[in-house]
């Protein structure tokens, strides 16, 4: 039987700004405000509570703070879509060794492209015309975290391996992406990432309303 671990959550100051006392919320207490946990405030203004909670389980969790305000956590593994509202919730997975070490792994060397022979050309036939090089433009990244499933430490693990846009999250195999995840701890190996490919294909091609009808029905990204 797997045992309980201390985690500690931290709502940054800046997030909790003028706010005096909050409660820790979630699936741990069955969203229960009557039994929620208190967040203490420190001298620099952020708030955390400490918890004992199930190793190797994941939990739904947000922050209650005065006046009915409810805040997420920005730095949570993930986030998770409540079915039939606009409400998004943090997920952590509490990990089941005592010390987790997150392995990074790493970025793959560029390999430069080879040279193109070129042909000597006799002086007098040689031409005087310049030809200006044009500039490759860049593929700019996508925020991968639109993806249902994805946070912004998986989405780091994903452009690591050269996977920034909703086009190649759309060609990668459940397979590869689960090697990815296994690769870099429990922390993430527990996640699911079969709808992935599918979510990002229909996010490349910018059918938001289609997209978001398919996260709709899922939850965590399964």
Known sequence: MLKNKKVTFILPAEIVADASHGLLLGEFNNWNKETGFSLKKAKDGSMKATIELEAGKSYEYRYLLDGGRWENDQTAEQYAHV???????????????????????????????????????????????????????????????????????????????????????????????????????????MHEPATWPKQAKLAAAEKWEDLKKLQSDLKGGK
């Not at 050309?121 to 490759?136: D, F, G, L």
């Not at 994805?150 to 195999?173: C, V």
């Open 83 to 189: 079915h039939g509202f606009d409400i998004v919730n943090c997920v952590i997975t509490v990990p089941v060794e005592e010390t987790l070490v997150e392995a990074k792994p790493k970025a793959k060397k560029a390999v430069a492209p080879k040279a193109e022979k070129v042909e000597k050309v006799p002086a007098e036939k040689a031409s005087t015309k310049k030809v200006k090089s044009v500039p490759v433009a860049k593929k700019a990244a996508d925020d991968l975290t639109k993806i249902e499933g994805i946070g912004k430490k998986i989405a780091e693990l994903l452009k690591a391996e050269n996977i920034s846009t909703f086009s190649d999250l759309s060609k990668a195999t459940p397979k590869k992406l689960k090697a990815i995840l296994d690769a870099a701890g429990n922390k993430f190996s």
